[in-house]
């Protein structure tokens, strides 16, 4: 049931949401600029306003914005903190739900109903979202693996990708996983050994392949570990949600 309701209050948003930025006006051309006239010029695309930004990023404050908010599907698991993460990875992971990459029922339906604009303008959003209490990180561990997790990381070669403390990818586009939720990470590291199944799963060749090497067990130590980290990132609260009426 609460996997149902979590479903199905997720799709009311995105339906809400979707209907909210059909009625933002068109953007118009300046007078005198090319095309600004023309019959059936179509406006090239710019960055949001502050009002239809916010209505954008609603769908994802119903969760995201949340702190400890949990998700029942496939499991019981903190959704991730994204305010702070790349937005050029954000951006990766929303069009991978959108392709069916990643299977998640409603987080398909809300990418599907995200034009590459809207897209773009969410990843950049939350990536500044919060940087005025972001304190830098430093370039080692805040605190040193056990003997297994260490010959774990080792065997996985995760700062290979996700860089110094596991908040400097070599590139953008790979998640920044130091300080994540550990059940979250627990959860996104199984997915990528998931086959076969039309609901759940990541098609990642690298990760999948890296994933595949270790039990579940092996996967909650390593999550665990990173998710004791400090990181960059962080569930910012939506701010006018908690405006006095």
């Given at each position: 049931m609460n996997k149902l309701l979590n479903t199905l209050f997720a799709l009311v948003v995105a339906s809400v949401t979707s209907l909210a930025l059909a009625q933002q006006p068109p953007a118009t051309a300046p007078a005198g600029a090319p095309g600004a006239n023309s019959p059936g010029a179509t406006p090239?695309?710019?960055?949001a306003s502050p009002k239809s930004l916010e209505a954008k990023v609603a769908m994802c404050v119903g969760c995201h914005g949340i702190v400890?908010?949990?998700s029942s599907f496939p499991e019981v698991y903190?959704?991730?903190k994204i305010a702070g993460q790349s937005a050029k990875y954000i951006a990766a992971a929303l069009n991978a739900y959108k392709t069916g990459d990643r299977k998640h029922p409603t987080m398909r339906g809300i990418a599907e109903s995200l034009s590459d604009q809207d897209v773009t303008d969410i990843a950049a959003y939350y990536e500044k979202l919060g940087a005025e209490d972001r304190k830098p990180i430093a370039e080692k561990p805040s605190r040193e693996p056990s003997a297994q997790v260490a010959g774990l990381l080792q065997k996985a070669a995760c700062a290979s990708?996700?860089?110094?403390?596991f908040s400097k990818p070599i590139d953008p586009s790979y998640p920044k996983i130091g300080g994540q939720y550990a059940d979250y990470v627990f959860v996104a590291l199984k997915a990528y050994k998931t086959e076969n199944n039309p609901a759940v799963g990541r098609n990642n060749g690298v990760m999948g392949a890296i994933a595949k090497q270790f039990s579940n067990a092996e996967l909650k130590a390593l999550s665990n570990y990173v998710g004791s980290l400090e990181g960059e990132m962080a569930t910012v609260p939506e701010s006018r949600w908690h405006k006095s009426h």
């Open positions: 090239a695309a710019g960055p400890g908010y949990k903190r959704v991730p990708c996700h860089g110094a403390n």
